[in-house]
T-cell receptor
Framework: NAGVMQNPRHLVRRRGQEARLRCSPM?????VYWYRQLPEEGLKFMVY????????ESGMPKERFSAEFPKEGPSILRIQQVVRGDSAAYFC???????????FGPGTRLTVL | DQQVKQNSPSLSVQEGRISILNCDYT??????FLWYKKYPAEGPTFLIS????KDKNEDGRFTVLNKSAKHLSLHIVPSQPGDSAVYFC???????????FGTGTSLTVIP
């Protein structure tokens, strides 16, 4: 039973480019969460999605960031016009309906040059 | 506003002894808590959970205690060198909601 998959594991972008981060939840999980970890900090919640729905995006920056979890395919976190401050590790977690525990993927490390 | 706090950034323990990692929180609405272990360049790995209505949960060498107001502790006994990692405490309110994470405690188990 594969765990949460994230790709790419490492992503380098220049300022102004777009970054797309992908997350495939564990089999049978319909809830996806995105977190960001800045250097020397804990994980900060960004967004919570179920299939085709954004449930809670209270942690998402108001501009440049968007997320989706389509009916088919992985969840996508999209960052437009990246800036150096976007450099961080982005983690995806998933859970199944009715359970509280979230299982994390290996993360995508974004570096903005 | 850091609602979950891990005030010890680091901890060193001799192999075979007990490791105690602490976690404090400010939001009295938190009703579910998780501990994660994280190695460098990897995602957090779930260790153990506890709900606010219980005061103890055990899983092998890992025990989480919830006996003091707004305070949790993770006990690892006996500690092993492979336990060396960063440990995060996380808390949530209600089902399906976000978790609030502490800043982590880096545990080093000395052989």
């Amino acid at each position: 039973n594969a765990g949460v998959m994230q790709n790419p594991r490492h992503l380098v972008r220049r300022r102004g480019q777009e970054a797309r981060l992908r997350c495939s939840p564990m089999k049978g999980h319909s809830h996806v969460y995105w977190y960001r970890q800045l250097p020397e900090e804990g994980l900060k919640f960004m967004v919570y999605l179920q299939k085709e729905n954004i449930i809670d995006e209270s942690g998402m920056p108001k501009e440049r960031f968007s997320a989706e979890f389509p009916k088919e395919g992985p969840s996508i976190l999209r960052i437009q016009q990246v800036v150096r401050g976007d450099s961080a590790a982005y983690f995806c977690a998933s859970s199944s309906s009715g359970t509280r525990t979230q299982y994390f993927g290996p993360g995508t490390r974004l570096t903005v040059l | 506003d850091q609602q979950v706090k891990q005030n010890s950034p680091s901890l060193s323990v001799q192999e075979g002894r007990i490791s105690i990692l602490n976690c404090d929180y400010t939001n009295s609405m938190f009703d579910y808590f998780l501990w994660y272990k994280k190695y460098p360049a990897e995602g957090p790995t779930f260790l153990i959970s506890i709900s606010s209505i219980k005061d103890k949960n055990e899983d092998g060498r890992f025990t989480v205690l919830n006996k003091s107001a707004k305070h949790l502790s993770l006990h690892i006994v006996p500690s092993q060198p492979g336990d060396s990692a960063v440990y995060f405490c996380a808390a949530s309110v209600g089902t399906g909601n976000q978790f609030y994470f502490g800043t982590g405690t880096s545990l080093t188990v000395i052989p």
